[in-house]
């Protein structure tokens, strides 16, 4: 038999990390996690958990509906199959992201349609995102990949333009703002992940956020209650090929218990990661990322920068590997995250006009490899993140990351 060399996740895959810098495991858990949890077990699973970190949830966003899952894949997922689109629909998707924001998109068969990042960043906005809006387009997800939030208002209005659903995947920007407001607020529709490692890390958690009535109504009944509608005289038919994916009473325990640290979490999330790009920033051939504007806090869960590549010998991979080995904890690239890139079963199906990409009317020929987001592919071929990044740093571990960048830099200039 023959072994996967299969992907890690949670605290597994931060097992034998080392460094200097403070690592997100363990978790800081939120004092009353230990009650909560004891709530779910006293009433013989009768509280109510889950509903308490939805209204919990629903009550810090500002949002009518919060829907728990297990996870960020699930809540896309499960959304993806409310939006009861047709197998062909295509849908533009930020080309920087985790494969959980595609997901649900391909199972239903829809067609992620990629639109290039802007210059130099990991972004999407209303430029790329234009040329590839078609008669068969029927919404837009725009990933805050690193938690840079993307300019959602411009985004938005295009959208509007064309009849277009507006979705954010929050993974990476939980509690940033952009104009005052939330994300996840920004558009029609918001997913979230609380998976262990992540901001409001909980356990394998997440969850859909929407104003919508009948949008969540939809969602609970075709991604939770698995389409299940009573009928008298019968019992229970499904009315649609529906799923079961509940946030579970143990994780919601835990939700809401890190729910009620995360605001001062963020605020020291956003101190530190800012403190940290202005150090970078005085580093020769160093690029942090680029914070915008209309961004007041900056929610970030993985932290990284850019090297200039034309400034030193090496190249990103080897930069990567020698702060990594000077104490950058996880350090290494991010090239997995270029998703036309990273779904060769994708490429093969567009490529053999295999189902959904033989449904006429298909409105081009798709096509998915890293060449298709050329700014974005050479983005992710000189980014060096790290995911260790948490609410532990000091201001000393800021020195410290920038001590350590500029050391490797100054051992490899040209
Ligand atoms: C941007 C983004 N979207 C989706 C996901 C998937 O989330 P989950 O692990 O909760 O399913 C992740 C997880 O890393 C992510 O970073």
């Known amino acids: 038999?023959?072994?996967?060399?299969?992907?890690?996740y949670g605290a597994e895959a931060f097992d034998g990390l080392r460094g200097s810098l403070p690592q997100?495991?363990?978790?800081?858990?939120g004092p009353n996690c230990q009650t909560y949890l004891q709530e779910v077990v006293t009433s013989g699973l009768q509280c109510d958990m889950v509903r308490r970190f939805e209204a919990a949830f629903e009550s810090e966003m500002g949002i009518k509906h919060c829907i728990g899952t297990p996870g960020c894949t699930a809540a896309l997922n499960i959304l993806a199959a409310a939006l009861s689109l047709e197998p062909g629909d295509e849908i533009i998707v930020s080309p920087i992201t985790d494969y959980g924001t595609v997901m649900g998109l391909l199972k239903e068969n829809y067609i992620p349609v990629f639109p290039d990042t802007e210059l130099g960043t990991p972004l999407i906005s209303t430029q790329t995102i234009a040329p590839c809006i078609t008669n068969r387009t029927r919404a837009i997800l725009a990933v805050h990949i690193t938690g840079l939030i993307c300019d959602m208002d411009p985004i938005y209005a295009l959208a509007k333009k064309y009849g277009l659903t507006v979705i954010e995947d929050v993974c990476q920007a939980v509690f940033g703002t952009y104009k005052g407001r939330l994300a996840g607020t920004l558009g029609d529709v918001a997913a979230f992940s609380f998976d262990s490692e992540k901001t409001l890390g909980s356990d394998v958690g997440g969850c859909v956020i929407a104003d919508d009535d009948e949008l969540a109504e939809q969602i609970r009944f075709v991604g939770q209650s698995r389409g299940g509608q009573m009928v008298e005289g019968l019992g229970r038919v499904h009315a649609v090929n529906g799923y079961a994916l509940r946030m579970t009473q143990s994780t919601a325990a835990i939700t809401l218990a890190q729910l009620e640290i995360i605001r001062p979490a963020?605020?020291?999330?956003?101190?530190?990661?800012r403190l940290i790009t202005d150090k970078l920033a005085e580093i020769p051939g160093i690029l942090p990322l680029s914070i915008p504007d209309y961004m007041e806090t900056y929610s970030c869960w993985m932290a990284g920068f850019s090297i200039d590549p034309n400034a030193f010998t090496c190249d990103a991979e080897s930069f990567a590997q020698q702060v990594a080995d000077a104490g950058l904890t996880g350090a290494g690239l991010g090239k997995y995250y270029l998703m036309p890139a990273a779904l060769p079963f994708l490429t093969d199906k567009a490529e053999k006009h295999l189902f959904p990409f033989s449904k006429p009317p298909a409105s081009h020929t798709y096509k998915y490899n890293a060449n298709t987001c050329p700014n974005a592919r050479d983005f992710l071929d000189n980014f060096i993140r790290w995911t260790t990044f948490c609410e532990k740093y000091q201001p000393e571990h800021c020195d410290l990351v920038a001590q350590i960048v500029a050391t490797v830099a100054d051992q490899n200039r040209v």
């Open 24 to 29: 997100p495991f363990p978790r800081t858990m």
């Open 266 to 273: 963020v605020a020291h999330i956003d101190r530190m990661i």
């Open 1 to 8: 038999m023959s072994i996967q060399k299969r992907a890690k």
